[in-house]
Every structure is written in C-alpha cells, then in structure tokens.
C-alpha cells in the first residue's frame, strides 16, 4: 500500500473537517425553533386572555368565541408541531454528520431524537409534516361552509385520503419496528 501524498492528507482533511459546516443548520435550526415555541406560546396566552369574558356573552358571540378559539388552539398546536419538526431536524442533521449526542443514549424518553440514517430521519420529519398537515385541515375543517353536494363529496373525499396516509404512515412504521426485530433476532 502506497503512503498518500501531502497534497492527499491535506486535502482530505479539509475535505473531512467541511462537514462541521452543518453547526450553522444546526444552531439556525434550533434558533427557530425556540422562536415558534415563543410566538406559539404568546400566541396561546393571548388567545387564552380573550376567554376571560367568555361566561358574560350572549350565546351567538359565545359560539363564534368558541369556534373561534378552536381555531386558534389547533394553530398553536400547529406552531408545535412545526418548532419540533425544527428540532428532530436539528438533532439528526447534527448525529448524522457530527457526533452522537451521548447524553441522549442513555435516555428512555429521547428514543424519538436519536437518528440512525438518513432515512430514519427522513421518516421522522414526515410522520410531524404529515401531522402537521392534519392539523392545518383540521384548522380549515372548522370553518368550512359547503356550497354545495360536490363541496361535501370533496370533503370526505379529503378525510379518507387523509385516513389512508395516516393508515400507511402507521403501517410503514409498524413495518419498519418489526423489521428492526428481526435484525436483532437474526444477529442474535
């Protein structure tokens, strides 16, 4: 086996030492993702203040109170969703091309953090995007006012398609767990 050049373990070095680049991601990542949980936060409490007359009201502004404030929890959980889809981003991109984060190995709850692949993390972000976009229907769902039979057909013609991605989102990860067991089973 040849000794590589100078010029070679320099420019590998480099070339290795590159991937510390995704610090930047990493940190940006996790900024936004405190600044969603703030505004989502401050969001929730306003909507919260607004209830604190709500016993007061005649029935017709208690209902839109109501309908209205529904609305705005389901953004908030939205806002969640999406600060945490943040941060399973910020830790993945960091295990995949970083380090482990040690304290997390130890962790029950954390299982959800730790990212083996990139397909694992690819599969995590889109279990909270697909949420994410349940709850925005949801959100949409609230206020819908059909028009017409076509308006309700479309409308359930949404709920089962977003029963079946649900399904296959449940089945995939069924899959992919009992998968794992059989590795484990086989290596055993």
């Known amino acids: 086996m040849q000794n590589p050049s100078v010029f070679e ?40 203040a607004h209830l604190t007359h709500y016993a007061g009201l005649d029935d017709a502004a208690r209902a839109e109170l109501r309908a209205n404030t529904v609305a705005h929890i389901v953004g908030s959980v939205d806002g969640f969703l999406l600060a945490i889809v943040l941060l399973i981003f910020a830790f993945g991109i960091y295990e995949l091309f970083i380090s482990d984060i040690d304290c997390a190995q130890n962790e029950r709850s954390s299982k959800v953090l730790i990212i083996e692949s990139l397909d694992d993390l690819k599969s ?16 949409h769902a609230i206020h819908f006012q059909p028009n017409g039979i076509m308006d309700l057909v479309y409308f359930a013609i949404s709920i089962a398609l977003i029963s079946l991605a649900l399904y296959l989102l449940h089945k995939s990860h069924e899959h992919g767990d009992h998968g794992g067991e059989d590795h484990d089973a086989k290596a055993h």
């Not at 610090?23 to 909507?47: E, G, K, N, Q």
């Not at 995590?124 to 959100?139: K, Y």
């Open 9 to 48: 373990r320099v420019f590998e070095g480099a070339l290795w030492r590159s991937r510390l680049v995704v610090y930047a991601a990493v940190i940006c990542s996790m900024l936004a993702a405190f600044a969603l949980f703030y505004v989502t936060v401050v969001d929730v409490y306003h909507t919260l």
């Open 124 to 139: 995590r972000l889109a279990s909270v995007i697909l949420m994410i976009l349940v709850v925005i229907f949801f959100e």
